[in-house]
């Protein structure tokens, strides 16, 4: 078996799709067609996002420098935004400025 012909579970609802897919085919939610994640860590960022988050800390962390100064200057958009971007680390929807998830807690 190829990795071309690799069946893998939708992130959304859990259907199995084709590794290629670029949306699942049942719920129609986007998936990650390449094959890597960030070599960030979700730990760093998830310490950073919940000590310093009104700062943009971990978005500078992740390599998004634009938002991050965004975040520094509106103290993380007076805290909503922070609390976004904490829960979507936590359910490992958060991507680097490549737009790569970050996979691997250490």
Do not use: E
């Amino acid at each position: 078996m190829t990795s071309n012909d690799q069946m893998v579970f939708c992130r959304a609802c859990g259907h199995k799709i084709h590794n290629s897919a670029p949306s699942c085919p049942s719920c129609g939610a986007l998936q990650k067609v390449s094959g890597g994640g960030s070599d960030k860590r979700i730990l760093p960022a998830l310490l950073l996002c919940f000590f310093f988050g009104l700062f943009g800390v971990h978005r500078f962390y992740v390599g998004k420098t634009g938002t991050g100064v965004l975040q520094f200057f509106t103290f993380g958009g007076l805290g909503v935004w922070v609390l976004i971007d904490f829960v979507m680390i936590v359910c490992g929807s958060f991507t680097d400025k490549q737009g790569n998830f970050l996979k691997q807690w250490t």
